[in-house]
């Protein structure tokens, strides 16, 4: 079952009161949507911002991405970083401006410097 569908079952359960249905809504959308940045307009504020939120995570602090790649996928060196750097610029792609704004000065460093993601990316300046 997937990540979202998971989350999306166990919500009413950890809140859902009548008093919080429509919260609970809400949070499952989020928790729906948020694997590509939702565009403003494309859904509930919630939404945008979750999505948008998680899609820089992703270029900022790839941690997780590397365990994937390298772990779980079993890719090579070249593989995974062709892979990686996909996963980077189709989030970049798909960013509402002021989330690109805020991450600009990562995305760029790690434009130049693709082979350093990870710990190190994080500290060029």
């Not at 859904?43 to 998680?54: F, I, R």
Request: aromatic share 10%.
């Amino acid at each position: 079952m997937p990540y979202a569908a998971r989350g999306e079952g166990i919500l009413p359960l950890r809140l859902g009161t009548l008093s919080h249905r429509n919260r609970v809504k809400r949070a499952a959308r989020c928790i729906a949507s948020h694997s590509v940045p939702v565009q403003t307009g494309g859904g509930l504020t919630e939404e945008v911002c979750v999505s948008n939120a998680d899609a820089m995570a992703q270029i900022v602090k790839p941690a997780y991405w590397f365990y994937y790649v390298f772990r779980v996928r079993q890719l090579g060196f070249g593989g995974g970083r062709d892979w990686l750097r996909q996963r980077v610029e189709s989030n970049w792609a798909a960013l509402i401006p002021p989330a690109r704004a805020l991450i600009k000065k990562e995305y760029i460093c790690l434009a130049r410097r693709p082979v350093s993601w990870g710990a190190r990316a994080r500290v060029c300046e």
